[in-house]
């Protein structure tokens, strides 16, 4: 099994590019089921789980081949709609094939989920959005069945949960919604960029949608999509984990191909926490500065400061002077990175839904265990500000959602390799 090696207390410096957003492509490569014709998606990272959506559309019949972070989908024939086990289980993302399967041939049959252990995030928002416009929905040995007949048509769906909107489960309800007959209506929709990103892929394919990144998506129903080509957004949690890693470690990081009106909340933290921020274009740069602030954040939905960002930020917090508080509003759960930065010398303790930072001045290389795909840049994070060699195991976490991570960190400086 691989681990990374990274040797810390080396100042950043220099250019990275950003690669394409996972979270916007996984989606965007489901909605290629609702048209018989070609669609072409490029600027799409690539990843484990990348290839892990191409291996379920195949295994539905559909044709897909990626070439040079561009992905040609053809599913004019789909010969099969179970999407089983041994692929969903790895994946979170792969459950939004439901929606496109139920849309364009009115029938689906999906296994329920997997995906990083931060915590428990059923689905029970993407059966309610989908029994909202009329489906039939059953549990069957671990797959959710679903069947579309006369009743499947537009609906006002009420999407808000317990911990406030899902971006898979709006994704699945808007692709299910495109092909159905009248008006939907989505409430308490989720706003994320990756939502506006399928939304503006779903419009290019012919269907009629509005308020995409509002609260309130209208979506009125048409006969047939079309194929289309898209290019996928800047990914912008790994913009921001880019962003912490000048900060903690003093350096000074031009970060090219960002979105920056997708980082409000953060930028606003980061600066706030004593890094200096100079927005050029579409590049952010990024200078550490020495004089760190303790800083206090809550995790939201968007625009709200964003859960995927909660562990890296923490590494940063973990040397930085003073007391600072991380609540996690979206997975109260997530905070199994705390005891692996304790292994390396931080000083931070759960309490309920928060973390307790007691900044020390430095941090101690250690062997690590990632135990999902963001604490797994946490410890990279935390690595390349240790004194001595952090040794990172269960990497394959950090494959699932960084494109050539370990490429990208020694082209601006950074000791890291990857052993086997």
Known sequence: MDKLIVEGGIPLKGEVTVSGAKNSALPIMAACLLTPERCIIRNVPDLKDVHTMIRILRSLGVKAEF???????????????????????????????????????????????GGCSIGFRPVDLHLKGLRGLGAEIETQSGY??????????????????????????????????????????????????????????????????KGHGTPVVEIEGVKYLKGAEHKIIPDRIETGTFMVAASITNGLIRIKNAEISHHGAFLDRLNSAGAKITLADKDIIVKGLKDKR???????????????????????MS???????????????????????????????????????????????????????RASAALVLAGLVA???TEISRIYHLDRGYEAIEQKFESIGARVWRER
């Not at 992905?71 to 789909?78: C, E, G, V």
């Not at 999407?83 to 939004?96: G, I, P, Q, W």
């Not at 709200?304 to 960002?309: A, C, E, L, N, V």
Request: with cysteine.
């Open 294 to 316: 303790p800083v206090n954040i809550t995790t939201l939905p968007y625009p709200g400061f964003p859960t995927d960002m909660q562990a890296q930020f923490m590494s940063l």
């Open 144 to 209: 959710v069945v679903a069947k579309a007949d006369k009743k499947f048509k537009g609906a006002n769906i009420y999407l808000g949960g317990e911990f406030g909107s899902s971006v898979l489960a709006t994704g699945n309800v808007m692709m299910a919604a495109v092909l159905c007959k009248g008006k939907t209506v989505i409430e308490s929709a989720a706003c994320e960029p990756e939502v506006v990103d399928l939304g503006n892929f779903l419009i290019k394919m012919g269907a009629k949608i």
């Open 67 to 113: 070439c040079k972070n561009s992905i040609l989908i053809d599913a004019k024939k789909i010969d099969n709609f179970t999407a089983d086990y041994k692929l969903v289980s790895t994946m979170r993302a792969s459950f939004c094939v439901l929606g496109p399967l139920l849309g364009r041939l009115k029938r689906a049959r999906v296994s329920h989920p």
């Open 319 to 373: 040397v930085t002077p003073g007391i600072s508080v991380i609540m996690e509003k979206i997975y109260p759960d997530r905070f199994m990175h705390i005891s692996e930065m304790n292994r390396m010398g931080a000083r931070i303790i759960k309490e309920g839904s928060c973390a307790i930072i007691e900044g020390v001045k430095s941090l101690s290389g250690a062997q690590v265990m990632a135990s999902d795909l």
């Open 387 to 389: 004194k001595g060699k």
